[in-house]
């Protein structure tokens, strides 16, 4: 029998106006928890556009507040990066009066998790976006060996990529060396192809969405598990044990 939404946890979802992508965090998330969303004005994706996303966090956090939830995920990766998660944190706090998570730290906690201090970045971002974010990591103990991606400069330009062009993007890296790919952003299509891609790379995939929706459950005390979508949601992700397709191990 299904048990319906909110019935084991109802999280507030702080998400980009312009974004397309909102529905992945839901799709992945286990039966019973159940994501409310409130669109936060964000139309392009500069470091100028992520640093204005956080200015409206506050007024928009008070609306999920509204809906009775007991935990706000902010969910945009560059943004909580830019502006500073603390900060993020204290003022949802402060507007809505119960904890909040941000998509940055999420991505760094299944990073420390999985043990992973190499990866290859790929993104839909500007290339400020990307040097800012390969700094962000180095700052946290994670080098960025490898970089790949489809830059976009609004939002709604990086949700119409299809999931297979991900699948492509990683194809054409160089992974010799590195622990985990790192596919940067909660407004691309990547879930439907995240067992696809671990499959062919042989190595754990991190992305935002996924890994925010790991890190809500953790704070939640909720089993941190979701089927079909990947290494870090699966049962056994501490061996991370990973089938690999190809015998080459290096270009997948």
Do not use: K
């Amino acid at each position: 029998m299904s048990q319906g939404f909110g019935t084991r946890a109802r999280v507030g979802h702080l998400y980009p106006s312009g974004g397309l992508c909102d529905y992945e965090i839901q799709m992945m998330a286990p039966e019973g928890v159940q994501f409310v969303t409130t669109r936060v004005p964000f139309r392009r994706t500069g470091v100028a556009d992520d640093l204005r996303f956080a200015e409206h966090v506050g007024a928009q956090s008070e609306l999920l507040a509204d809906a009775a939830v007991e935990l706000v995920a902010v969910n945009c990766t560059a943004a909580t990066m830019l502006a500073g998660p603390e900060r993020i944190r204290e003022v949802v706090a402060e507007h809505a009066g119960v904890p909040a998570v941000t998509t940055i730290e999420a991505v760094l906690g299944a990073l420390e998790h999985l043990d992973v201090r190499r990866v290859a970045l790929v993104t839909p971002y500007l290339p400020e976006v990307v040097e800012a974010e390969s700094a962000y990591l180095a700052d946290h103990g994670v080098d960025v060996v490898e970089v790949g991606g489809r830059p976009c400069g609004t939002p709604v330009e990086q949700g119409e990529i299809p999931p297979q062009a991900w699948v492509d993007t990683v194809a054409g890296l160089w992974l010799d060396g590195v622990d985990a790919v790192l596919l940067s952003c909660a407004g691309v299509q990547v879930a439907p192809v995240i067992d696809e891609i671990e499959r062919r790379t042989g190595r754990p995939l991190v992305t935002s969405n996924q890994a925010l929706l790991w890190w809500v459950l953790r704070a939640l005390g909720l089993p941190e598990e979701a089927p079909g979508y990947g290494t870090l949601l699966s049962r056994d992700a501490e061996r991370r044990s990973l089938t690999v397709e190809s015998e080459d191990d290096h270009h997948v």
